[in-house]
């Protein structure tokens, strides 16, 4: 069973425009969610997170939003540069006490010069 | 400050021969996760350890899958007998402690059974 979700396996934006990579989940008790990037042959690595008392989280170009009631969160990337090509993987976590992430099956990004 | 090491990089073996892959977390760094990634899907966690103790094997295939966290430090998952299916990335990550969220991932291994 599936519990992250990302429905677009790849997306491609051209240099300098919004790139907007899409989440959804099922489990409501999850409470926290993360974004993480990965380029090939590396591990996935942190990219930015929020907490479900939030809606928005912002850095640099880079700006989560989370809507609880529709189970949806987002990762809008402002401008895209060529370096942001890679997959993303959505995360989530509930506080069970273990903190396990749940992956999504991740977005590939390409960005076109 | 360097990150968490995983070796070997890739691995080919044939099924029902045994594997093994280690991980050296971050420093100071008392969880440890393992994960499997099969191509195409997000990485699931097959068992956690907070310092040399195991707080989730769940998701661990018991029969053929077993990991130890000696010390609380470097870690190492094993596989005996590997099947077909087994054909994944096996990523070692680690975080500060339990508490937080924010997990740092290894290069992983790329696991090949033929």
């Known amino acids: 069973d599936q519990q992250v979700k990302q429905n677009s396996p790849s997306l491609s934006v051209q240099e300098g425009r919004i790139s907007i990579l899409n989440c959804d989940y099922t489990n409501s008790m999850f409470d926290y969610f993360l974004w993480y990037k990965k380029y090939p042959a590396e591990g996935p690595t942190f990219l930015i997170s929020?907490?479900?008392?939030?809606d928005k989280n912002e850095d640099g170009r880079f700006t989560v939003f989370l809507n609880k009631s529709a189970k949806h969160l987002s990762l809008h990337i402002v401008p895209s540069q060529p370096g942001d090509s890679a997959v993303y993987f959505c995360a989530a976590s509930a506080l069970t006490g273990a903190n396990n992430l749940f992956f999504g099956t991740g977005t590939r990004l390409t960005v076109i010069p | 400050e360097a990150g968490v090491a995983q070796s070997p990089r890739y691995k080919i073996i044939e099924k029902r021969q045994s594997v093994a892959f280690w991980c050296n977390p971050i420093s100071g760094h008392a969880t440890l996760y393992w994960y499997q990634q099969i191509l195409g899907q997000g990485p699931k966690l097959l068992i956690q350890f907070q310092n040399n103790g195991v707080v989730d094997d769940s998701q661990l295939p018991k029969d053929r899958f077993s990991a130890e966290r000696l010390k609380g430090v470097d870690s190492t998952l094993k596989i005996q007998p590997a099947k077909l299916e087994d054909s994944a990335v096996y990523l070692c990550?680690?975080?500060?402690?339990?508490?937080?969220?924010?997990?740092?991932f290894g290069p992983g291994t790329r696991l090949t059974v033929t």
């Open positions: 929020i907490s479900s008392i939030k």
């Open positions: 990550a680690s975080s500060l402690d339990g508490v937080s969220y924010e997990q740092y």
